[in-house]
């Protein structure tokens, strides 16, 4: 059986919502896109967009770059009924034995909330460990959820730091134990025909459903919908 990717729109704040909505999205993730590529936005601003989702797609959301404060800092976030949280690893060495600490973290998490395992295609600038690395990680202790993006928000995407036949074969290893994944990394419409092959559960966006296609504009329904009509043509197997 086919069909076609998921799109997972990041929004800000609760008034990019029914834009977000409008144009298709399938899953509506919280961030606050002004202060890096996972930054966390305020537990009130996510707590508004759940609302306005009213139960319509599940909500994630972004919790910043991991550290042993984790749980802590993310308090108030985790009170809210979230399907799904990430954390970064921009900073996390990949030392001998690492991820124990990101498994106690996700042991912390209340039940229902799903933590995502989220690796970086620019992984040397981030100081991260490698895509391939968090891949195998994530398989072997079964996570349900797997992004793939990028680090550095300065305009490069994914594609400048991984090949289409890479990503594939990162996608397919992940979804063949049943890991659903998503791949971000501030792809345009225009480069899912480069991605021949990538079948993703969904793609992630942000800069380019927004007005102008900037990070910090406001979610268009228009280019929302475009992404929807560009992802048509993809199938999932």
């Given amino acids: 059986m086919s069909a076609t990717p998921g799109l997972l729109v990041s929004v800000r704040s609760a008034d990019e919502v029914a ?13 606050e896109p002004a202060k890096g590529a996972l930054a966390p936005a305020e537990a009130e601003v996510v707590s508004a ?21 984790a749980i802590t800092e993310a308090h108030w976030h985790l009170e809210l009924p979230l399907q799904y ?25 209340p039940i229902g909330t799903e933590m995502v395992a989220v690796a970086y295609a620019d ?14 990680f994530a398989k072997r202790f079964r996570f349900k ?23 594939a074969g990162l996608v397919d290893g992940l979804k063949r134990v049943y890991t659903t994944v998503s791949i971000g990394g501030s792809l345009r ?37 475009k992404w929807k009509e560009i992802l048509a043509g993809v199938k999932v197997s």
């Fill in 19 to 31: 834009a977000a909505l409008a144009g298709g999205a399938d899953l509506i993730d919280v961030k």
């Fill in 123 to 136: 992984w040397e600038r981030a100081k991260s460990v490698p895509p391939a690395e968090v891949a195998k």
């Fill in 145 to 167: 959820a797997f992004l793939l993006d990028t680090w550095g928000k300065d305009g490069k995407t994914l594609l400048d730091f991984m090949t289409a036949k890479e990503i």
């Fill in 49 to 69: 967009v759940i609302d306005a989702v009213d139960g319509q797609v599940s909500v994630s959301a972004a919790l910043g770059e991991w550290s042993s404060n």
């Fill in 85 to 109: 949280v990430k954390w970064g690893l921009a900073g996390y060495a990949p030392t001998p034995g690492w991820g124990e600490d990101l498994l106690d973290t996700r042991r912390e998490l």
């Fill in 189 to 225: 419409p225009e480069q899912v025909k480069q991605l021949k092959g990538v079948t993703p559960d969904y793609f992630a966006v942000r800069s380019s459903a927004c007005a102008a296609g900037k990070r910090d504009g406001v979610i268009d329904a228009t280019r929302v919908k």
